[in-house]
């Protein structure tokens, strides 16, 4: 039995409406938000502990699973984008291509983790510092969750398929079913059965396995693809494959440019004391909730930009970069007022250690300049990913990594934290601005028109 879709997925439209495209953006910035809240219940949990290096110790660890699946975050990102143009161009068989194609690199990758774990973790800790008891932690934490580096990877794949497939609500109910695993056996392992670090990895880990069963099971069930009627020839054509190489290609190194800023953020951080990094971890996870959510709305564009590719439709293009912009600035002023007025009360749900909490707050208004600043290029990245132009989300990122270099070069020595937080700041402003400066070479490509959208 095949599972109704929403409005959007079976359409050839000449416009979107606003309740159209909130239709579409919704599930998938509660299913963004639910991301991020993986990583806040670890942190809000361990901040139960008595020991700041706990919390230090899962930051530091989320950071080395942040930075290996982060480098593969293109197999989200483009198979999205490649399977949101193959479904507007009605094209069955490369829908599933879609599908096997990445699966397949998300296994080998994870293999190689695990395969690797041992230097990974230990070149990790020697890069990004912390005291011994930080470290330790980070190592106890580490070594659980690495076993489900191939599940974690292949739910990159099923949410992106899902979500270029336009079945929003199947890719929220998987999600939501691996974060709220999660929330349960965190709370179950760490307050419950007294596991502290290492139940919140294991809890992570179970979650990640369940959230790939289940994911595939869901597939299935909507018969969108049948695996019988794919050959080994056409999963190894050369021409779709260098296509999608190309682009995981500039993804990836989009992904390096990321991981090199939050890495020396981080580094930069617990230089500075145990203390100062678990408040910068705190403000992080603040962030990573804001950047979700603009991810909704980037999402809904890039499906609807994937589609209209497939469709040669520009007034599709058109309307959904206007979208784009006015939800995303709207979302960008709210959240900045939230951060302004409760940012107090959402620093009290993260940890209860009285010395954490005040130098969260010594640092929480840049958490209220974040989304102003930063909006626009994560909404643009969602235009240019539904296009699978990501040559252009590659080089606006290195411009912006290297404003973000020459800033904390130039005031981390004398404004310490306070630096660090300021070149975050005019990287994210970095990124929006680089973007949109290709903008109109991307609509003369698309559609040989120049001119904005």
Known sequence: MQTKRNSLEDYTIKSVSQRQYLLLAIPLIISGISTPILGAVDTAVIGRMPDAAAIGGVAIGAVIFNTMYWLLGFLRVSTSGFTAQASGANNYQEMMLSFIRPMILAFLFGFFFITFQQPIIKITISILGGSETVSAFAESYFSIRIWGAPFALANYVIIGWLIGMGRVRLS?????????????????????????????????????????????????????????????????????????????????????????????????????????????????????????????????????????????????????????????????????????????????????????????????????????????????????SGATEAKSIRNSIFYALIVFLLVIWLLVPVFLNHGIWFAFIIFSLSRSIFLSLFIPKLNRMLFHSPGKP
């Not at 289940?214 to 794919?230: A, M, R």
């Not at 617990?270 to 403000?283: P, Q």
């Open 172 to 384: 929220l109910i998987t999600q939501l079913f691996m974060n709220l695993l999660n929330i349960i056996l965190d709370l179950v392992f760490v307050l419950g059965l007294n596991m502290g670090v290492q139940g919140v990895a294991s809890a992570t880990l179970i979650a990640e396995v369940s959230a790939v069963l289940f994911g595939i099971g869901l597939i299935l069930y909507t018969k969108d693809i049948t695996f019988s009627s794919i050959s080994y020839s056409k999963i190894m054509d050369m021409h779709p494959l260098l296509k999608m190489a190309k682009v995981n290609r500039d993804l990836f190194l989009r992904t390096i440019c990321l991981l090199i800023m939050t890495g020396i953020f981080t580094a930069m951080g617990a230089s500075i004391g145990e203390v100062t990094l678990a408040a910068n971890a705190i403000l992080l996870q603040i962030h990573y909730l804001m950047a979700y959510l603009f991810g909704g709305f980037a999402n809904a564009s890039s499906i609807l930009v994937g589609r209209a590719i497939g469709e040669n439709n520009n007034e599709v293009y058109k309307r959904a970069y206007n979208l784009s912009a006015q939800w995303g600035i709207s979302s960008a002023i709210i959240m900045a007022l939230v951060m302004w007025l409760l940012g107090q009360e959402i620093l009290s749900f993260f940890t209860t250690i009285p010395e954490v909490r005040a130098t969260a707050h010594t640092f929480l208004m840049w958490m209220v300049l974040f989304p102003i600043v930063g909006f626009w290029g994560l909404q643009l990245e969602g235009i240019f």
